[in-house]
């Protein structure tokens, strides 16, 4: 194999494409990258066996071949080469990098013990625009959990598409966060769940270039994400999610509405004196159109209030501060409307017309202050 290509364009591939080489499998073929020259175009994939990157490059190619090369050690020594142009070739397991001056010999790995990646047979696929992705992304990954300490099937993000409808629903057990869109579909219902992890790294090779669409094949324990000239292949979570239609309160005694930035910033206030390895609650009271917060832990005590239109029956509530600021920074509206159902239901927060998003979260039990 012999190739010569742009030293800062490899850069890049191989940066992009390394987040999905094994960090915690102690296997030399899967802490490599794998690379393919054809007739004229470089392929480099990383795969952990349950999450891959694949990308497409135009190279010169002089010898077509394979080789596996330690992602670490190819990455560091493309990222340190000065001159323009790079040229990688191999002899057996012997791989000669030379770049200007600069000439590395390191030993790669026999491109036939690299694992083959999982294939997706589906009959349609779907194409989104990039930032409408980013948007919901974005407004419901907060309330994916990060561990599988709960339930595994609540580290993923849940894609649900049925009749035009697209839903994108995150959970953890403490909150949830729903996000809707209509789109053009007309296909059968398409309802899968993607770990967080492959979501994350997703959306860091989008553009936010509309005329990359992003293109996605669905199987039934795998995906393929597929944008620009970059491949994202996972496997499925499977497992019994939420019904989260259920989880929502049906009797509402207090609706508030209120400025979504006000919100944050009354609640800010009170991050001194909550103590980091303490679930102190801040405590919120929705009366007289202000909502009211205080908290008191051993650090100190704090009270503040804001405006706000409230109507129904005066609330008291607690809250994990960083779990309610989530879902108002998530929040892309400049007012949003809270509904409570009490002090122990959860709180739901929604724009103030439409669906486009919902959040709930669960309420913290209170302790008397005095």
Same mark, same amino acid.
């Given at each position: 194999?012999?190739?010569?290509?742009?030293?800062?364009? #490899?850069?890049?591939?191989?940066?992009?494409?390394?987040?999905?080489?094994?960090?915690?499998?102690?296997?030399?073929?899967?802490?490599?990258?794998?690379?393919?020259?054809?007739?004229?175009? =470089?392929?480099?994939?990383?795969?952990?066996?349950?999450?891959?990157?694949?990308?497409?490059?135009?190279?010169?190619?002089?010898?077509?071949?394979?080789?596996?090369?330690?992602?670490?050690?190819?990455?560091?020594?493309?990222?340190?080469?000065?001159?323009?142009?790079?040229?990688?070739?191999?002899?057996?397991?012997?791989?000669?990098?030379?770049?200007?001056?600069? +000439?590395?010999n390191i030993t790669g790995i026999d491109a036939?013990?690299?694992?083959?990646?999982?294939?997706?047979?589906?009959?349609?696929?779907?194409?989104?625009?990039?930032? =409408?992705?980013?948007s919901m992304v974005s407004q419901t990954i907060?309330?994916?959990?990060?561990?599988?300490?709960?339930?595994?099937?609540?580290?993923?993000?849940?894609?649900?598409? +049925?009749?035009?409808?697209?839903?994108?629903?995150?959970?953890?057990?403490?909150?949830?966060?729903?996000?809707?869109?209509?789109?053009?579909?007309?296909?059968?219902?398409?309802?899968?769940?993607?770990?967080?992890?492959?979501?994350?790294?997703?959306?860091?090779?989008?553009?936010?270039?509309?005329?990359?669409? #992003?293109?996605?094949?669905?199987?039934?324990?795998?995906?393929?994400?597929?944008?620009?000239?970059?491949?994202?292949?996972?496997?499925?979570?499977?497992?019994?999610?939420?019904?989260?239609?259920?989880? #929502?309160?049906?009797?509402?005694?207090?609706?508030? =509405?209120?400025?979504?930035?006000?919100?944050?910033?009354?609640?800010?206030?009170?991050?001194?004196?909550?103590?980091?390895?303490?679930?102190?609650?801040?405590?919120?009271?929705?009366?007289?159109?202000?909502?009211?917060?205080?908290?008191?832990?051993?650090?100190?005590?704090?009270?503040?209030?804001?405006?706000?239109?409230?109507?129904?029956?005066?609330?008291?509530?607690?809250?994990?501060? +960083?779990?309610?600021?989530?879902?108002?920074?998530?929040?892309?509206?400049?007012?949003?409307?809270?509904?409570?159902?009490?002090?122990?239901?959860?709180?739901?927060?929604?724009?103030?017309?439409?669906?486009?998003?919902?959040? =709930?979260?669960?309420?913290?039990?209170?302790?008397?202050?005095?």
């Amino acid at each position: 194999m012999k190739f010569t290509c742009n030293t800062k364009e #490899l850069s890049v591939a191989c940066n992009n494409v390394m987040r999905a080489v094994s960090t915690k499998v102690a296997i030399p073929t899967i802490e490599g990258i794998l690379i393919e020259c054809g007739s004229d175009t =470089l392929s480099l994939t990383g795969y952990d066996f349950e999450f891959g990157i694949n990308t497409i490059l135009s190279v010169d190619v002089m010898e077509a071949g394979d080789i596996v090369i330690n992602a670490k050690v190819f990455c560091d020594i493309i990222a340190k080469l000065a001159d323009e142009f790079v040229t990688v070739e191999t002899n057996g397991t012997s791989v000669s990098i030379i770049s200007g001056a600069a +000439k590395y010999n390191i030993t790669g790995i026999d491109a036939n013990d690299y694992p083959e990646l999982p294939s997706v047979n589906s009959s349609e696929s779907i194409q989104f625009d990039q930032s =409408l992705i980013y948007s919901m992304v974005s407004q419901t990954i907060f309330a994916v959990a990060d561990s599988e300490s709960g339930k595994p099937v609540y580290t993923g993000l849940k894609f649900n598409i +049925k009749d035009n409808d697209f839903t994108m629903i995150g959970v953890d057990g403490y909150r949830l966060a729903i996000r809707k869109e209509k789109i053009d579909y007309s296909g059968d219902e398409l309802d899968f769940i993607v770990p967080k992890k492959t979501i994350r790294e997703l959306i860091k090779l989008f553009d936010g270039d509309n005329e990359h669409k #992003l293109e996605v094949n669905v199987g039934r324990r795998h995906i393929i994400f597929e944008i620009g000239n970059y491949s994202i292949i996972s496997r499925l979570l499977d497992g019994e999610f939420l019904d989260y239609r259920s989880a #929502l309160p049906k009797a509402i005694s207090t609706t508030v =509405l209120i400025n979504t930035q006000d919100a944050i910033n009354c609640i800010q206030r009170t991050q001194p004196v909550i103590e980091n390895n303490q679930k102190n609650p801040i405590r919120c009271m929705f009366d007289n159109d202000e909502m009211r917060v205080s908290t008191v832990s051993s650090l100190g005590r704090f009270v503040d209030h804001t405006h706000a239109n409230t109507s129904g029956e005066r609330v008291e509530i607690g809250f994990n501060s +960083k779990f309610i600021l989530d879902a108002l920074g998530a929040s892309d509206t400049d007012e949003v409307r809270i509904e409570l159902a009490g002090p122990v239901s959860p709180v739901k927060i929604m724009p103030l017309q439409g669906e486009s998003f919902l959040f =709930l979260v669960l309420p913290m039990r209170l302790r008397n202050e005095n």
